[in-house]
C-alpha cells in the first residue's frame, strides 16, 4: 500500500471516529456490558480505539519534513 493511500485511509478513519464520538444511540439503555454501564464501556473502546488511531497517524502519516527538522532522520523501515 502506498504512503499516501495509507495517509488517506487513516484521514478517512480519524473523520468516521469524529462522526462516531457522540453515541446518542446508547444515551437512554440502562442496559450493563462488561459490568459497566453500556455508554460507559462504548467510550473505554472509543478512548482505546483512538489511541490505536492516533499511534498510527504518527508513524504513517507524521509529515517526515519535521523529522528532518528536527534531525531525527527517518530509517524509511516499514
Not at 493511500?5 to 462488561?34: E, Q, V
Not at 498510527?56 to 516499514?78: F, Q, Y
Amino acid at each position: 500500500m502506498s504512503d499516501t493511500l495509507k495517509r488517506l485511509t487513516l484521514y478517512g478513519a480519524l473523520i468516521l471516529l469524529y462522526l462516531l464520538h457522540n453515541d446518542l444511540w446508547l444515551w437512554h439503555d440502562p442496559s450493563l456490558l462488561l459490568g459497566l454501564p453500556v455508554g460507559l464501556t462504548y467510550h473505554v473502546l472509543y478512548c482505546l480505539t483512538a489511541a490505536v488511531l492516533l499511534a498510527l497517524l504518527v508513524r504513517w502519516a507524521w509529515p517526515s519534513e519535521l523529522a528532518i527538522r528536527a534531525g531525527n532522520e527517518p530509517s524509511g523501515e516499514g
